[in-house]
């Protein structure tokens, strides 16, 4: 136990954050470009979640065509896209250099393919709900959260796709969250929730102290 308390620092030291770091995530003259990157992402999480439950694409250049697959729910044979899904990834799973790992693959064998049209539920909707709170600027932060958290499970399954470039900008926008949303819902919403640390911060009346200084009046 001596040891321990000889590594830890007598005083606590906060190390400030860099001005760069501060100007690209916490400063609202940058809240256009997170715009744009917040639109990018959502519109291809909410084109991705909404083929999953229409069966037929929004997105641009491909506008009505009926999916491959047909909906992942609502369907009547929910869940089925799911299997196919994770009977494509176990596939991988296999070789000397696989591209989904084991114990992934064991995730998906014994937890995802057994609840296969709730996992088809859980997908459809969660990419719906993080693309339409990135494109309204909504809770931005939590959205983009979640969005790099389906991203790094499709690739553990093996689907690279465009994962990585949207799954790095989610990522930058989660630690730009206080400005991600500046121009949407977050310029009013954030202010009025506040933080775990500081509560709400609306409607704050802080009395400041009044001075009692002596009066100068003869």
Known sequence: MRQFQAIQPRTATQISEPPIARFLFADTRMAWLW????????YEWITAGFEK????SIAIGSFGEVAKGGPWVFS??????????VAGALAQATGAHPAVQGWYAAFLQN???????????????GEIL???????????GIAAFFGVFMNLNFMLAGAVSINPVIGTLAL???????????YGIDRYLLPLLGTPWTGTLVHKNETKPTSNKP????
């Not at 715009?35 to 959502?42: N, S, T, W």
């Not at 937890?111 to 909707?125: C, E, G, I």
């Not at 993080?130 to 931005?140: D, S």
């Not at 009066?215 to 003869?218: D, G, H, N, Y």
Request: charged share 5%; hydrophobic share 60%.
């Open 111 to 125: 937890v995802a393919l057994p609840n296969a049209a709730v996992f088809a539920y859980a997908v459809t909707f």
């Open 130 to 140: 993080v693309g339409l709170g990135l494109i309204f600027g909504a809770l931005t």
């Open 53 to 56: 439950l229409t069966g037929h």
């Open 35 to 42: 715009l744009i990157v917040r639109l990018y992402v959502g």
């Open 76 to 85: 009547g044979h929910d869940g089925a896209a799911m299997k196919g899904f």
């Open 215 to 218: 009066s100068l009046a003869s």
């Open 172 to 182: 930058f926008l989660v630690l730009a969250w206080r400005i991600g949303g500046y």
